[in-house]
């Protein structure tokens, strides 16, 4: 393999950058040496490359920087914690601000999610929660209940729980049969509902597959049901009107939890605090990750219902521990600082209302690439969007090419596959849309 190096324009002074040792996440390496993308700096919905070019960030970073880069107010309560207090043990030790941010976090979960576990990512969190369902049959004596049941297309983070829960087949080919026990409903990308913004009429009945999982394996052993209230690194699949409701019920029926995998949903992506409140669906544990932070400092949480976290307790000796699991930056002093200013800023600045005002406007312009001949699909709900294009050759090449061309005109998106996925932070105005949309239609036309 050739040497690889860069020369960042922005500091031209400095030596050239190596590209060889650094392995990127999730990336294909080889194709961003011969055409790095570099990112020096951010501000608000923008980000500037080395060349002093600036880029309209329209997925948020990775749908975490929901109040916009570079907030000041993170940034120095970060600051301002890391040389009052850097680092505490999480086991058997605590500091304030882990139980603030936990206060305020259960603060905007619905129901009674009110017990907040801290982890470092959304990957975690799933992890996490597949342990608290376990622990809590367990509790309830009825250990046998080991099985999960999740979706296709689903998206749970890379670590093994998650992988094992996920759909997407890339991320699952090359590493072997995953954890046993895992049962996947089909997803709900359903053809009479392309085109359509929101909920589509069609598809609701797709949640019965977890009822055919109860009657194949008996409710006896299905620990809980994970989904993502909106699939979304698959490509924001917005769930069909009456489907989450049907889960619930089976869930309901059959003692299945319900968890919601709310890392790209929740902090205001869909015009409330959590997809579970847009929705009207309450379900028995929720993680989250991305937006709790503003992306500023690694964190994600999985917030859990009374019950559960009270069965767990009981079911421990007074005096033990009564979840063995956590992680050594388990609520990290910075991270808990960056949480509860970014939180700040969610609420002074109204900031889910902010992105429910702006759905419909953002909406109509996404759909308004529906006559583009490259768009194959459009789906959105709040402020995320999903366009499908036509492929060309191997899966996912035209995609690539697209997130490519799109960097080149000035703005900065996801793309999974042939699916290029829109999610601007919460701070977007009217004009930042249509710039947005500018550059997708001239981008989509030239492909
Ligand atoms: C629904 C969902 N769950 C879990 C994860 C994993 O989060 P992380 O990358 O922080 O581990 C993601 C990441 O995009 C996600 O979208």
């Not at 993170?74 to 500091?95: E, K, M, N």
């Not at 139980?99 to 999610?113: I, K, M, N, S, Y």
């Not at 342990?131 to 890379?158: C, D, P």
């Not at 709040?382 to 697209?402: K, L, S």
Request: net charge neutral.
């Amino acid at each position: 393999m050739g040497h690889a190096e860069f020369k960042v324009a922005s500091d031209p002074a400095a030596a050239p950058l190596s590209l060889d040792e650094y392995w990127m996440p999730f990336t294909p390496n080889r194709d961003f040496h011969r055409e790095p993308k570099m990112v020096v700096r951010g501000e608000g919905v923008w980000l500037w490359d080395d060349r002093g070019e600036r880029l309209i960030d329209a997925s948020s970073g990775l749908f975490c920087v929901n109040a916009g880069h570079c907030r000041r107010e993170i940034a120095d309560a970060v600051a301002r914690q890391l040389s009052t207090l850097d680092f505490i043990a999480p086991f058997t030790r605590g500091h304030p601000k882990q139980f603030q941010l936990a206060t305020r976090v259960a603060e905007l979960t619905p129901g009674d999610l009110n017990r907040i576990f801290f982890v470092n990512s959304g990957s975690e969190a799933v992890d996490s929660a597949m342990k608290i369902a376990l622990a809590y049959w367990q509790a309830k004596g009825q250990g046998g209940r080991t099985m999960f049941v999740s979706r296709e297309r689903a998206y749970h983070g890379v670590n093994f729980g998650g992988v094992s829960l996920s759909g997407m087949v890339n991320n699952r080919r090359k590493f072997g049969p995953a954890l046993p026990g895992i049962a996947h409903m089909r997803h709900t990308h359903v053809e009479e509902n392309r085109f359509r913004p929101g909920q589509g009429e069609h598809g609701a009945d797709l949640a019965e597959d977890l009822l055919r999982f109860v009657n194949l394996y008996g409710a006896e052993n299905i620990a809980a049901c994970f989904v993502e209230p909106i699939a979304g690194s698959t490509g924001c699949l917005v769930p069909p009107k009456g489907y989450l409701e049907r889960l619930r019920a089976i869930c309901d029926a059959h003692g299945i939890l319900l968890v919601f995998d709310e890392v790209i949903c929740g902090f205001g992506r869909t015009g409330k605090a959590f997809a579970a409140q847009s929705f009207g669906v309450t379900p028995d544990m929720m993680t989250m990750a991305k937006g709790i932070t503003n992306g500023a400092q690694p964190m994600g949480a999985v917030a859990v219902s009374e019950r559960i976290h009270d069965a767990i307790f009981a079911a421990a000796g007074d005096g033990a521990i009564e979840l063995f699991h956590g992680y050594t930056y388990s609520g990290h002093p910075a991270a808990c600082a960056a949480g509860l200013a970014t939180l700040d800023l969610y609420r002074d600045e109204g900031l889910f209302e902010r992105g429910a005002a702006l759905s419909p406007y953002f909406l109509e312009g996404i759909f308004s690439l529906r006559d583009v001949p490259a768009v194959a699909d459009l789906r959105g709900y709040g402020v995320m969007a999903a366009i499908d294009v036509h492929p060309d050759g191997a899966p996912g090449r035209r995609g690539h090419a697209f997130q490519k061309r799109l960097f080149d005109n000035g703005l900065h998106l996801k793309a999974t596959g042939d699916c290029a996925i829109v999610a601007p932070p919460l701070i977007a105005t009217r004009e930042h849309v249509d710039l947005i949309v500018d550059i997708l239609r001239r981008t989509l036309k030239a492909l």
